[in-house]
């Protein structure tokens, strides 16, 4: 498995080593391994891990706080998955299913609310510009 450094991380990513070492203080990612100079070694589960959180943060518009939560939902949900899989007792596979449902709605509220919040906005957006396009017809009539 290769290793990569910060910088390597910074210009795949498209992020500053600066807001990688936040993520990481922030506890979006884990602390990377380290040689023994001290230099931040990342995988390529980390590179994934931190675009689907600059995905999450662009296209949901997630705050850190958020995103944290997100991060913790997404980390849950797979180890509810490992645990599914390696146990043949059906009671206990109901139990794990029921709550990786949970916390998928607890997922779906989450990203209901950010829509919501969006839709304000945007029917906001609409009634200011219905001002300004009638401002706009009153002074070419």
Sequence with gaps: MQLLKIEEV?????????AIRYYEDFGLISPPERTQGGIRLYSEDDIEKINKIMLAKEVLGFSLAELQQYMTFQAIIEQQKTEYRTTEDMEARRSKLMEI???LQKEKD??????ARMEQFKE???GYESRVTKALNQLND
């Design 101 to 103: 449902a949970g916390i």
């Design 124 to 126: 906001e957006l609409i």
């Design 110 to 115: 989450m990203i209901d609310t950010k829509i």
């Design 10 to 18: 910074a210009k795949r990513t498209g992020l500053t080593k600066r």
